[in-house]
């Protein structure tokens, strides 16, 4: 009887702590000065040392910190100015769909990133032993990610640790794409973060009656071309019927305060083609820090729009899932887009020329290519199939 009920004081101490996670994760979305809390709880919460929200893009080769908690800003600035270049887990974990869990391990063997020169210099030296990885956020070549990280006193992650960022990761999500839409030093409406700037999603705050009250430039181009959505005398109404009839019934229940809704929000599907699957995800503003925040723009509730996935894959993805090449294969292709000799794709890379070798072999095999000039030309001129 006495172990039960410590495991049920346990499970009871756990949802209290989750709470608290969630609650902090949310009025950082409109007070970024919290951010580091936020990271800090979650890293309590998971079990790490160290926490990043950060955004790459694959395309432009460029990468940025947003918030960080406990990091060694001496290796994040070598991160950036040296390093980013040989992480070895780009670009293939920026095909990984947004909202799953995954550590550097689940994209390339722990024996090759090992014998990286990135793992060696920068991995090791800080003592970093795993990193428990979700991209928040999945646009055509880039990705919004959140790391948190663990040292040698909490090991490499288990399944408790993954479930439990599983857990935050939806939280994390939403509230990265309303953050700093308030800014309350200056009682205006501001820009969205850095992270937001660098992702696909239309974020809108609405007031009375959905009166719009915000819209960010992606929320403002969806307006213009009223497909989804239109601005109907200032107020956000859906082309389609059924999508209205709901948002009007959440903008009013938001409005109302009604303690039914989830505080998690409300999906409502603003289109039936399977080849434009389009979701409005409607979020109260109207309880706590939120609530108080909210009240000085009048604003009840934050919608923001995305695709469940694109269209198409940009062509590195689609090449690597067609012709079943590994992380460390794709960043060889990557790689020779940009420079062209072995010597450049090895230094660059931060591999021995030998392994750069082996791996450019293995592609040349699984393509079906015998030179590096054949392999550019595959890429230039591949055409990824439609998803229906």
Not at 79 to 90: A, D, H, I, S
Not at 203 to 221: D, Q
Request: a neutral charge; hydrophobic letters at 40%; charged letters at 25%.
């Amino acid at each position: 009887m006495r172990l039960q009920g410590e495991c049920e004081r346990s499970v009871t101490s756990d949802n209290v702590t989750l709470s608290k996670v969630i609650g902090i994760i949310y009025d950082a979305a409109l007070d970024p000065s919290l951010w580091d809390r936020a990271l800090e709880h979650s890293c309590a919460f998971v079990g790490g040392s160290s926490a990043v929200l950060y955004w790459h893009d694959v395309a432009s080769e460029r990468s940025a910190a947003v918030h960080l908690f406990n990091d060694d800003p001496n290796y994040t600035r070598l991160y950036f100015e040296k390093y980013m270049p040989m992480n070895p887990v780009f670009p293939a974990a920026t095909f990984v769909e947004s909202g799953l869990v995954y550590t550097p391990t689940d994209i390339v063997p722990e024996a090759e990133l090992a014998e990286t020169r990135f793992h060696k210099e920068w991995v090791e030296p800080q003592g970093i032993v795993d990193v428990v990885c979700v991209n928040l956020e999945k646009g055509t070549t880039s990705s919004s990610v959140l790391n948190i990280r663990r040292d040698e006193t909490q090991g490499t992650a288990d399944a408790d640790a993954r479930g439990r960022v599983a857990l935050l990761v939806p939280h994390f999500q939403r509230a990265i794409s309303i953050g700093r839409l308030f800014d309350q030093s200056k009682k205006t409406q501001a820009v969205l973060t850095e992270t937001l700037d660098n992702v696909e999603a239309a974020v809108l705050l609405v007031g009375t009656n959905g009166r719009i009250v915000f819209a960010n430039e992606p929320g403002r181009a969806m307006l213009n071309e009223g497909e989804l959505l239109r601005d109907r005398r200032g107020a956000l109404v859906a082309v389609k019927p059924e999508a209205q009839r709901t948002l009007r019934d959440m903008f009013a229940a938001a409005e109302n305060g009604d303690l039914s809704i989830d505080a998690r929000g409300v999906a409502v599907p603003l289109s039936s083609s399977s080849h434009q699957r389009w979701f409005a995800h409607v979020l109260p503003l109207t309880s706590g820090d939120r609530q108080r925040t909210a009240a000085i723009y009048s604003a009840t509730a934050a919608v923001f729009v995305r695709r469940t996935s694109p269209a198409r894959p940009p062509p590195l993805e689609a090449v690597a899932k067609l012709y079943a090449l590994t992380a460390s294969e794709v960043r060889v292709v990557d790689g020779i887009m940009k420079v062209s000799s072995v010597k450049a794709l090895a230094e660059l890379l931060g591999l021995s020329r030998a392994t750069v070798k082996t791996h450019l072999h293995n592609v040349f095999r699984k393509t079906g290519t015998s030179r590096q000039s054949e392999l550019v030309k595959l890429m230039a001129g591949f055409e990824p199939p439609a998803i229906d």
